[in-house]
């Protein structure tokens, strides 16, 4: 296969990163380089940014906002925006409910959302996750129960990422508990604001409030806020977790921090006059993490080749794994490279400590969860040993 990019190619990918580096806020670029978190607002800017730009939603068809690229340009666009530190487009408008309403939504549906969700106006929560239907999400037990023209629903949904944001969530509910777990589930759009509905916080490892529970208890929701057919929802489901898992391995993210790391160990001393950089080990973890980067690297490049009609190539599953796997090892090296000081994430502005010593240990615990979501890493080894190796 030729891995040289065309000279329009090329190109394109030189108008992205002057985009990216000129017309999104220094301010948040600089938050993600320096692995501090985003707020709300700076998430909201960002995307609205892009969307003005026509660059927030390019795999969307045409007529709600998709730009028709090639899936070469889509994986420049994605590795140009990542290499920039620019934050991508919220997965759960983006990459996830708007492409599900374009493709199985009513009418008034699209009309309603699609612009709303490209443009960061309505911020989506993701309802799939139950404490029973994780990796099993056949089994999930939250229900809906017509009555007149509305769905009465009732139960829990858990780790709901960013849902302290949500405006509205979209929610995979059971509709028919007498028939086969996979048949008997639809899609509903659910105002957050709604009634009966509660959003509670889950304080996370490394002492963030990044997901949630909530709660459904006796939550009206309009019949027509019903998404593709009744108990239609597992084909759904599997369309958007798809599409999830497409761009999964952050590639140009992953560089990016791996070149600061190798900057960071240059400025910093070894106490023995000398700089981390020197030490032949430093220097070897380094040499070895760049190799396999470059390999993903590669690895993308050819499945961005062979994919075709914006289906995912068995092979994106050597991305999510590999991917992930590396994501993981580089923030354990930032660790390691903090040393002592990385213990200190609790200390305040006014400490002696470098901010990026402070911020790398809750990098490097939040990024455990890196291997679980979009598919666990186990689940991916399952798909390459069938559809790859033929095990």
Known sequence: ??????????????????????????????????????????????????????????????????????????????????????????????????????????????QEYLPKTANLDIWWSQGFSEPDAGSDLASLRTTAVRDGDHWVVNGQKTWTTLGQYGDWIFTLVRTDPEVKKQAGISMLLIDMTSPGLEVRPIELIDGGHE??????????????????????????????????RVGVAPVGATKRILARAKDLAKD???????TLLDDPLVRARIVELENELLALELTALRVVAHSSDGEPHPASSVLKLKGTELQQAVSELMVDLAGPASVASGAGDDSDLPDWARTVTPTYLNLRKASIYGGSNEIQRQIISRTILGL
Request: charged share 25%; glycine share 10%; proline share 4%.
């Open 268 to 274: 910093t001393s070894d106490g023995e006059g000398g």
């Open 1 to 110: 296969m030729q891995l040289e990019l065309s000279e329009d190619d090329q190109e394109f990918r030189a108008q992205m990163r002057e985009f990216f580096t000129t017309e999104v806020s220094e301010e948040i670029r600089r938050t993600v380089i320096e692995g501090r978190e985003l707020t709300h607002d700076q998430i909201v800017e960002a995307q609205r940014t892009l969307n003005a730009a026509g660059l927030a939603v390019p795999h969307w068809p045409e007529e709600y906002g998709g730009r028709g690229w090639s899936e070469l340009r889509r994986h420049l666009w994605h590795e140009e925006m990542q290499r920039a530190g620019v934050p991508t487009p919220l997965a759960f408008n983006a990459s996830m409910i708007g492409p599900v309403i374009a493709q199985f939504g009513t009418e008034e549906q699209k």
């Open 211 to 244: 997901v949630n529970e909530v709660w459904f208890t006796d939550v009206r929701v309009p019949a027509a806020n019903l998404v593709g057919e009744l108990n239609g929802g597992w084909t759904i489901a599997k369309f958007l977790l798809g599409n999830e």
